[in-house]
T-cell receptor, first 117, second 112 residues
């Protein structure tokens, strides 16, 4: 297993366009998380899935953002009508499960860097 | 609302020095605390995870401590090397979803 993979690594788009990112978690992991990181800041939580169910969304996730995990495996994050403020690194993480114990360590992908011109 | 603070924001040390990075959090109701390393333009690498019931964890030259009641954690790096240069992030896990709340990180530079 090669860990969490994200595609694309970089995306440049014009304001108003739609973009979609993909995350493939570690294969046996049930939990999948999306975070956003801007320059000089720590990552901020956006949303997470337990298998295919989206269980929590941050207030940061406006109506222009939608995330799916249709079969409980890979996930997509779509941003509609992109704005310059959406420029950031979008990070995906997965864990075996939540709660207490070593099995809830979150493993991160390399991220997708979005630049909105 | 959980808030995580890391001090210092940046640190430069000569190779071989031992150093301590600090992390504080406002809500002690956490499941665990993780320390991560982030290289420029890259994702995060998990270094250590401390459960809320634990006091410390060790991995190689790294030792992390947790004082949950006072809302503090430290990451101790022994005999620093230039390859340790990176940003170190502290994150606490809260809520049933185990979502992480991160600090803004400490940017470490180890010089030859």
């Amino acid at each position: 297993d090669t860990g969490v993979s994200q595609d694309p690594r970089h995306k440049i788009t014009k304001r108003g366009q739609n973009v979609t990112f993909r995350c493939d978690p570690i294969s046996e992991h049930n939990r999948l998380y999306w975070y956003r990181q801007t320059l000089g800041q720590g990552p901020e939580f956006l949303t997470y899935f337990q298998n295919e169910a989206q269980l929590e969304k941050s207030r940061l996730l406006s109506d222009r953002f939608s995330a799916e995990r249709p079969k409980g495996s890979f996930s997509t994050l779509e941003i509609q009508r992109t704005e310059q403020g959406d420029s950031a690194m979008y990070l995906c993480a997965s864990s075996l499960r939540g709660g207490y114990g070593e099995k809830n360590i979150q493993y991160f992908g390399a991220g997708t860097r979005l630049s909105v011109l | 609302k959980q808030e995580v603070t890391q001090i210092p924001a940046a640190l430069s040390v000569p190779e071989g020095e031992n150093l301590v990075l600090n992390c504080s959090f406002t809500d002690s109701a956490i499941y665990n605390l993780q320390w991560f390393r982030q290289d420029p333009g890259k994702g995060l690498t998990s270094l250590l995870l401390i459960q809320s019931s634990q006091r410390e964890q060790t991995s190689g030259r790294l030792n992390a401590s947790l004082d949950k009641s006072s809302g503090r954690s430290t990451l101790y790096i022994a005999a620093s090397q230039p390859g340790d240069s990176a940003t170190y992030l502290c994150a606490v896990s809260t809520g049933g979803g185990n979502k992480l709340t991160f600090g803004t990180g400490t940017q470490l530079k180890v010089e030859l």
